[in-house]
């Protein structure tokens, strides 16, 4: 057999690693668009962009380590198009790779924002180089506009700020970190960011209408409302986009991202893994694409299996994101978003450190938690379990 | 077999604790990893390296 695993960061990585360790000994093959060895992003707006860790820190995967799982390795060379019903990949530098097995693996790029082409001092967020690039701006005193207040978009004002770098945030919703987790939590989260002097913009008033510039040099991001903020620095963070536009063509169906059925085959002998993949959650009962770094490793896992025939059940995990604001982690298992209601089950929300869960219909389906992260797990299995609201509460951990 | 971790690198996620609750635990507050036996009995060496191998940040470091 030769598999072809295309994209070499987390979940192609994971998927890699998990065939070597089932036993597969055939050819393999790891392709990646950027020339780096695999790394880990979460780092990267974290420690990395405060200049905590450098890059060494961040490595998945050594020259050593890629020898050990004899990985024939492509980087630095993005995959150009596809062949599904020929099983033929081509690369950008002309390079034709046959496969019998094809894993997908490209995650997501940057959501840029229109009206940005072009001018300098515009950022973005991303890859090492990005972070490393942005490091080296950030300085005491610097001016910064971030404009979205997601997660990337909080944590790199949290870290920013921790820079002493003066920030403005800004978010046409009510609050940042809402439409993920919630207006109660996202208020939670808007009072760590004042506390710590971030000037926090929310609400219709505050999404972005237009820029200044000094000879191709951002200068200022007018507002709605017609505010208007000086700055010298602006960081975009408003989304991502699947990294799917060379599949064009390739006769595979693709959404917001590559279309798999729920043992994460997109067709045969294709398959797909980590923030690229759609696919469909039997116990959830919907099409699902997570943008988390457990399920990377979590999927890429089961792909190494699915690959070699051994694995059984459809892709079924309990999703599992943390975010990190200045000294404060959030963890959160299960699917969040559109909640009905929120409910705080331990501690409080005013006081920094609680457990709360999340409804949908009658069925409990998140739980999120601040300083309670061992409480949050112990909801684990009442969501892996496909709890109803009323019994997560008569079988309540506590 | 000998277990290692770097701690900072830990997010949280309980995977090593779903995989090897023997031998792995996580704090209360920030679900950092705790290691309760360093040198696990051959029974759980399995589980152990099943945790490793979950484990999304590469907090966990196996030495046989
Ligand atoms: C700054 C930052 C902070 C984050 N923080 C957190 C966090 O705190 N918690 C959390 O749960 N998640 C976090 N995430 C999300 C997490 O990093 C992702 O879920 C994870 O990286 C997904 O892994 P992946 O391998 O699917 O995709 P990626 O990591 O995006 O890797 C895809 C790779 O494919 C390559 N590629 C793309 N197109 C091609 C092509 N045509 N040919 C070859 N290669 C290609 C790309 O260059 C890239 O290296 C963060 C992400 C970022 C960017
Ligand atoms: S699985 Fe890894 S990241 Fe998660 S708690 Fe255990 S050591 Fe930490």
């Known amino acids: 057999m030769s598999v072809v695993v295309v994209g070499a960061s987390a979940a192609g990585f994971a998927t890699a690693e998990g065939l070597r360790r089932n036993g597969y000994d055939g050819a393999l093959t790891l392709v990646g668009a950027e020339p780096e060895l695999p790394y880990d992003r979460p780092p990267l707006s974290k420690q990395v962009l405060t200049g905590q860790w450098d890059a060494d820190r961040i ?35 002309g390079t034709e790779l046959p496969y019998e097995q094809l894993v997908l693996a490209t995650g997501v790029g940057p959501r840029p924002l229109p009206g940005t082409e072009g001018l300098r001092g515009v950022r973005m967020l991303r890859s090492l180089e990005d972070a490393l690039a942005l490091r080296a701006e950030l300085r005491p005193g610097t001016r910064l506009v971030v404009i979205g207040a997601g997660f990337l978009g909080t944590e790199i004002a949290a870290a920013a700020r921790t820079l002493e770098a003066e920030v403005w945030l800004v978010e046409p919703e009510p609050v940042p970190l809402g439409v993920a987790v919630g207006a109660e939590v996202g208020e939670f989260v808007a009072g760590l960011h004042r506390e710590r ?8 008033g505050a999404a972005v209408r237009d820029f200044k510039a000094n000879a191709g040099e951002v200068e200022a991001v007018v507002l709605e409302d017609g505010t208007e903020l000086p700055c010298d620095l602006v960081v975009v963070a408003i989304g991502s986009v699947p990294s799917t536009g060379w599949l064009a063509g390739s006769g ?91 409910r705080v089950v331990e501690g409080a929300i005013a006081d920094g450190a609680f457990v709360a869960l999340y409804r949908k219909g009658n069925r409990l389906t998140g739980v999120l938690g601040v300083r309670r992260a061992k409480s949050v797990r112990q909801w684990r299995a009442l969501l892996a379990a496909g709890s109803g609201w009323d019994e997560a509460f008569a079988d309540s951990p506590k | 077999m000998k277990i290692t971790i770097d701690r900072d690198r830990c997010c949280g996620a309980g995977q090593c604790v779903l995989a090897a609750p023997d031998v792995f635990d996580q704090d209360d507050e920030e679900g950092l990893v705790v290691v309760l036996e360093e040198s696990p009995a051959p029974e759980h060496h399995q589980a152990v390296r099943e945790a490793a191998s979950v484990c999304p940040t590469a907090t966990i470091e196996v030495t046989e």
Not at chain 1, 317 to 329: A, C, G, I, L, R
Request: include cysteine; glycine fraction near 12%.
């Open chain 1, 59 to 93: 490595r998945l995967c050594g020259q050593d380590k890629a020898d050990d799982l004899g990985l024939d390795l492509r980087l630095g060379t993005p995959a150009a198009a596809l062949d599904v019903a020929a099983r033929r990949l081509s690369l950008a530098d």
């Open chain 1, 197 to 204: 002097g971030v000037h926090l913009r929310t609400g219709p």
């Open chain 1, 252 to 342: 595979l169906t693709l959404g917001d991202g590559i279309e798999c059925d729920s043992r994460c085959s997109a067709a045969p002998g294709v398959y797909a893994a980590g923030d690229v993949a759609s696919w469909f959650h039997e116990h959830a009962g919907v099409r699902v694409r997570l943008e988390h770094r457990t399920n990377a490793t979590e999927q890429g896992l089961y792909v190494a299996r699915a690959l070699l025939g051994q694995a059984g059940e459809p892709f079924t995990p309990v999703p599992y994101f943390w975010s990190d604001q200045y000294e404060t982690k959030l963890t959160a298992f299960g699917l969040l978003r559109g909640a009905d209601e929120i």
